[in-house]
């Protein structure tokens, strides 16, 4: 007789990662193409030297400098390995075997994967017509049994953006024992001046949790490393039902050096955001649909010809990230990996 595994893994799809091939210029993660700040590296190399030594388990540096960021109390953070593993504590922490979690789809591939392991129920609502998320539609979907909501502004795949008074409209009528997650992952690519700002939210309500990341804007996707900022007694749940240790040195000191350097922050942010203007533009003059984007990416619902787009750009050595047969998304890059994909997208002949 051999070991067995739980048989719902069986129906399980797995998380499909964006692919790196050699040669080819990868827009496929939404990762910043510039690299780590250059003090980010420096702090992980002299971390490096202390690797024979579990990390700081209570993450205290970094949360004190998140803390004084964002002007919230320490307690109110939660640090974790990814903000994906905090997508799990979340779950973890709010829901047993017969509740359920609501969130839009598509968006993050990671909410019905995560849900389903931890045993929850997965309440998934289409998006709008527009690519955008359907709130009334969210608000239909909560039941007695809803513990969590994953809203995620700007939604990744498709990039679009929450105004913040229709945020605040939908808060107002989400019932005040259902926890709901801010997934703001791409937060720093945002400069449209309705957004909605997550941890200001959170001071004047209990039941919202802001996340964030270290992996794109700071470009420390490797390192592993998000924190959710809400109540203390959440933030506390959320350290609970984490595994001990699971935000390593390295990415620690990594995301203590990146948060000292705003400005330079800033000037990347700004980079991405002229680009992805431009290859919005030009991907509309050519007749794409092209969803506005406040996040580092652009959606092209192309359909059935998504798997033809796909190939022509990995002919044209440009890996981007297909979605079955809904749509493309593409990350921005330099400006001459923009190019490249423009390039392509220009050559493609469906
Ligand atoms: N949320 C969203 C919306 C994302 O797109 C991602 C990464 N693709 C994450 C969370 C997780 O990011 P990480 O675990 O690298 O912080």
């Given at each position: 007789m051999s070991a067995r595994t739980r048989a719902d893994l069986e129906q399980l799809p797995a998380y499909v990662a964006g692919r790196t091939v050699p040669g080819s210029i990868k827009l496929a993660s939404n990762e910043v193409s510039e690299g780590p700040l250059p003090a980010a590296v420096a702090a992980i190399n002299e971390a490096a030297t202390q690797v024979h030594r579990y990390p700081d388990m209570g993450?205290?540096?970094?949360?004190?400098?998140?803390?004084?960021?964002?002007?919230?109390?320490?307690?109110q953070i939660a640090v974790g390995c990814g903000s994906v593993a905090l997508c799990e504590q979340l779950v973890q922490a709010t829901c047993t075997a017969s509740d359920e979690v609501v969130f839009p789809w598509r968006s993050f591939e990671a909410y019905p994967i995560i849900t389903q392991v931890v045993g929850a129920k997965q309440v998934r609502v289409p998006l709008t017509g527009a690519h955008a998320l359907d709130l009334?539609?969210?608000?239909?979907?909560i039941t007695p049994a809803t513990r969590l909501m994953f809203v995620c502004t700007p939604n990744n795949?498709?990039?679009?953006?929450?105004?913040g008074a229709e945020l605040d409209a939908f808060l107002d009528r989400v019932p005040s024992d259902v926890l709901v997650v801010l997934d703001e992952a791409y937060f720093e690519f945002v400069d449209d001046t309705d957004a909605p700002d997550g941890v200001e939210i959170t001071r004047a309500r209990d039941n919202v949790v802001s996340l964030r990341t270290f992996s794109k804007a700071y470009g420390l996707a490797g390192a592993r490393v998000g924190y959710a900022i809400a109540?203390?007694?959440?933030?506390?749940?959320?350290?609970?039902?984490?595994?001990?240790?699971?935000?390593?040195?390295?990415?620690?000191?990594?995301?203590?050096?990146?948060?000292?350097?705003?400005?330079?922050?800033?000037r990347r942010c700004a980079d991405v955001i002229s680009e992805r203007a431009r290859v919005h533009a030009e991907l509309t003059a050519l007749g794409y649909e092209v969803p506005e984007t406040q996040a580092n990416f652009v959606w092209l619902p192309l359909g059935s010809r998504t798997p033809a787009f796909n190939e022509h750009c990995l002919a044209n050595k440009v890996v981007v990230r297909a979605f079955g047969e809904e749509g493309t998304r593409v990350t921005i890059g330099t400006p001459e990996e923009n190019d490249r994909l423009l390039a392509a997208a220009k050559s493609f002949p469906g």
């Open positions: 993450v205290a540096t970094l949360t004190g400098a998140l803390a004084e960021r964002y002007d919230v109390a320490p307690e009334e539609a969210m608000l239909a979907a795949p498709t990039g679009t953006l929450l105004r109540q203390p007694k959440i933030a506390e749940a959320l350290r609970k039902v984490s595994i001990p240790f699971s935000v390593n040195a390295l990415a620690q000191a990594a995301a203590v050096a990146s948060l000292r350097a705003p400005e330079e922050l800033r």
